[in-house]
């Protein structure tokens, strides 16, 4: 195909030139190729042609310079559009005359110019293209550029970003190939030097949209790759995002002219005024190829950069740009490069007549087809040096010049030199001008410190003392348990119970300091040990003051149920109580506990064995600092208890303890009015039951719901814990205490023990029927002794008669049933004494009286 396209070109070449007139002997034509009118890319060609034909003319005034012959530029406008620059160039080869070479400038122009002219066998020299892509020999075989590649701009940007020490970058850039090729060199730069790419957003017209991903990927060093008209829409639209500011740092491209973010603002729509372009320009960096000679020295045509910055402000304003107000037309900072490039091909023109002319031949003979003087002339631009306005000029093998980079920021509305990079040599010269909002360099990055949210420490303290008091006061409970065991008041209550319920309070109680023991304390990789400790100390003192009350309040429910199926039978209350005592085991109130107890054992032997519990980090959103450093952010972090599994064991755990927990309310409620002698503080234990049962419903769903927060969370589990261990011991100990303090000589002991105590009217009652029951037994001894003198006259009238006789059933019948049992808890013996006569005999000679202590 490029075959066929070579030999078709060729032959329109051959009819083409045959079809022209003969040229001027002494005039050398170039072809020129100026975006100028255009409304997006770069316009550069309305300064870059007055400044082109500034060098045609002082080229033509050199005498030594093309000795005969003249130079003569034909150029028209591509508005930086690559297929209206297809055209001009069309245009420019085919009508006459004959081209030695072509000019042009805007990186999509070049690229389609210099692509296609190698099929004319043309050298193309472009004075304004950056494209790295351009640097492709392969490519463009026959492209050189006084324009340094966009690609020199990006050791410069690596080196100040180390100069910062900024190692995190993100990447804007418009979605054409000059910026899509620079950002692929820096992207290989970065990564050779260290550097993170965070991001890399493009565009095509519209930037708000990748703007607004910047912000999202917390983007902080900004290199922006556009076209002047997107760099103005880019600019308002991180003013609208908040991203500029003493917390941002962009790059921008140099070459735009110095007031371009406040000019054309209404003609291209921009929503920004010039006061809020300016404030969002403030501070930004650029970097480009130095293209003014920084040194006031003369240059090969007789100027210095000057000189040559005078005469072309003249012409400028002839044209009618208000350059006495700073009012540059687009592409002035690229002048000088079109200005040296006409000297570049006016030098490269005459080296090649001086070996022509050795030859034998002119650069008059060239034609599209002759390959060996356009070989002459790639050599000849090859070889080129001078000094030109913009510096020093000389081309690299891949036809790319060789420049300096300079280095400003924009301070107080206007442009600051910072300084020069020597990319050949690696040398940064630095003026130390640059200023910051602020008064520091801002940093790459959103600086995030974790930190770990722990207990305040004033609560743990509170908690912990309040906590230390409780086991103190537990273990003078067990001593006062223990001193005093043989007491009435004690012995009634069991208290090995009561020992086992204080040392599970201490345990719960020690499991505060452990709920409180965080981060602040407790390195990471013991944090585990925390853990399980938590779990184990948790459950097993729940199980153990829990379990204690609860197994009193089940044998009292026992013992009551009994009590209520044998309550039809006729027996002696106190023979009852004599059969209660003998139930009332003190190994079977232990055996519920160990019951318990082993449950736990065996749950949490388990979760810890199978799955075991371990530190995992709770994240929060990021928080401003106290300080307000827009640099940094906090980012909470929250240690749990947890495991793989977690739910499971905890659904376990809380499923087994529920149950318990139901019963023993249950269980509590039926026992609410129970009076057992063998268990005295049973009414209390009821009701400590029912506020353990009423904090943990409330506080185990709670802790779920508020276990992110940290201070929360443990207020009210400790909180919860405390009072249930408060409580209870108050309940079932204050009275006993009290009672030993009253009595401190084992008295009746009354006054304690409401189950067993009698008010002022029992009292009353019970002297009552002590009194009824003397009389009834003198009245019963009476009767007895009638009886006996009965039987006796019914004996011997028997005996008389010879004979016995029948009592009569409605005869006088006494029966007596008396029970002298003592135990050592009754103060007197009771009975129970009937006395009935034959069915004739009135209700007042029936008499009923018990008597029960």
Not at 86 to 101: D, E, F, G, H
Not at 272 to 298: F, P, S, V
Not at 623 to 629: H, R
């Amino acid at each position: 195909m490029l075959k066929l396209l070579f030999g078709l070109t060729t032959l329109i070449t051959t009819i083409i030139e045959a079809s022209l007139p003969p040229a001027e002997d002494n005039v050398l034509h170039i072809g020129g190729i100026f975006p100028i009118a255009g409304e997006g890319g770069w316009q550069g060609g309305q300064a870059c042609m007055p400044a082109a034909n500034l060098a045609m003319d002082d080229v033509n005034r050199q005498k030594d310079l093309l000795p005969g012959f003249t130079l003569k530029l034909h150029s028209n406008d591509s508005e930086c559009e690559p297929g209206l620059g297809a055209s001009v160039m069309y245009n420019l080869l085919y009508n006459k005359p004959q081209k030695l070479m072509l000019l042009a400038g805007c990186s999509t122009v070049c690229t389609t110019v210099a692509e296609a002219a190698k099929m004319w066998n043309l050298v193309v020299l472009c004075y304004g293209a950056s494209s790295p892509a351009l640097s492709d020999r392969n490519r463009f075989p026959t492209l050189f550029r006084t324009h340094p590649s966009a690609t020199v701009h990006n050791p410069t940007r690596i080196k100040l970003l180390q100069k910062f020490g900024w190692s995190r970058v993100a990447i804007l850039q418009q979605a054409e190939e000059v910026f899509i090729s620079t950002v692929e060199d820096l992207e290989a730069r970065c990564k050779e030097a260290g550097i993170e790419i965070v991001t890399r957003q493009s565009f095509l017209s519209d930037p708000a949209d990748a703007v607004r991903n910047l912000r999202r990927q917390d983007a902080r060093v900004i290199v922006g790759l556009f076209y002047v008209v997107a760099a103005r829409r880019v600019l308002c639209e991180l003013y609208h995002q908040n991203l500029y500011g003493k917390s941002y740092v962009w790059f921008f491209i140099g070459w735009y002219e110095d007031d371009w973010f406040e000019v054309n603002l209404d003609k291209e729509g921009i929503t920004c005024t010039k006061e809020e372009m300016r404030q969002a320009a403030e501070g930004h960096l650029t970097t480009e190829a130095l293209m003014w000679n920084q040194n006031n020295q003369k240059t090969i045509s007789g100027m210095t950069s000057e000189d040559f910055r005078q005469r072309l402000n003249k012409m400028l304003a002839e044209d009618g740009y208000d350059i006495n107000n700073n009012r540059y037309p687009e592409g002035y900072q690229e002048a000088p490069l079109a200005y040296d490039a006409v000297w570049s091909v006016a030098l490269a023109f005459n080296k090649t007549m001086e070996k022509l002319n050795k030859l034998g031949k002119s650069l008059k003979n060239f034609t599209y087809t002759d390959k060996e003087i356009a070989d002459d002339i790639y050599s000849a631009i090859n070889s080129t040096q001078f000094l030109g306005v913009s510096g020093y000029v000389a081309f690299s093998s891949q036809g790319d010049r060789i420049a300096l980079t300079q280095i400003e920021q924009v301070i107080d509305g206007g442009y600051v030199k910072l300084g020069y990079y020597d990319t050949q040599s690696d040398n940064l010269t630095w003026l130390g001008r640059e200023r910051w909002r602020g008064g520091k360099v801002p940093q790459d990055r959103t600086i995030v410190r974790k930190v770990l949210r722990t207990v305040s420490l004033p609560l743990f303290i509170c908690m912990g003392t309040v906590s230390s008091a409780g086991i103190v006061i537990a273990l003078a409970l067990i001593i006062f348990n223990s001193w005093n065991r043989h007491r009435r008041v004690i012995m009634s209550s069991h208290p090995v119970c009561n020992t086992i319920m204080l040392t599970g309070v201490i345990t719960c109680l020690v499991s505060v300091f452990l709920l409180g023991a965080d981060g602040r304390f407790v390195d990471p990789s013991e944090y585990p040990g925390i853990c399980q400790a938590r779990a184990w100390m948790l459950s097993t003192g729940f199980t153990l003051a829990f379990g204690a009350m609860f197994s009193k309040v089940w044998r009292v429910h026992r013992l009551t149920t009994k009590t209520k199926a044998d309550q039809a039978k006729l027996f002696l209350v106190k023979q009852k109580v004599s059969s209660i005592q003998k139930k009332i085991q003190p190994w079977k109130l232990y055996t519920m506990v160990s019951v318990l107890l082993a449950v736990d054992v065996m749950i949490l032997s388990a979760w810890q064995i199978l799955d075991p519990l371990q530190r995992r980090i709770e994240i929060f959103p990021l928080e401003s600092p106290l300080f307000g450093d827009d640099d940094a952010r906090i980012r909470p972090e929250l240690e749990h208890c947890e495991s793989d599994h977690n739910i499971i064991w905890l659904g376990l755990i809380y499923g087994y303890k529920g149950i318990v927990l139901v019963f023993g309310l249950f269980l509590a409620y039926e026992t609410r009015s129970i009076k057992v002698k063998q268990i005295n503080d049973s009414r209390y234990v009821g009701m400590s039951i029912y506020n353990v049962v009423v904090l943990c419903l409330i506080t185990a769903p709670v802790t779920m719901v508020i276990a992110s927060q940290q201070d929360a969370s443990f207020a009210f589990v400790a909180l919860a814990i405390i009072f249930c261990c408060f409580l209870s011991m108050a309940l079932i100990f204050v009275p006993k205490v009290i009672e030993v303090i009253r009595h401190p000589r084992d008295k009746a002991e009354s006054k304690y023990n409401p189950d067993v105590g009698t008010c002022k009217e029992d009292e009353e009652r019970y002297q009552k029927l002590l009194n009824e029951n003397d009389e009834l037994q003198k009245l019963i001894t009476a009767k007895e002794e009638k009886i006996r003198i009965l039987k006796q006259r019914l004996a011997e009238r028997d005996a008389a008669k010879g004979g016995t006789t029948n009592i009569p059933k409605d005869s006088l019948i006494v029966a007596d049933f008396v029970t002298g049992e003592g135990t050592s808890d009754s103060a007197i013996g009771g009975g129970i004494s009937i006395h009935t006569r034959s069915s004739r005999a009135s209700a007042s000679d029936i008499d009923f009286s018990e008597s029960y202590l």
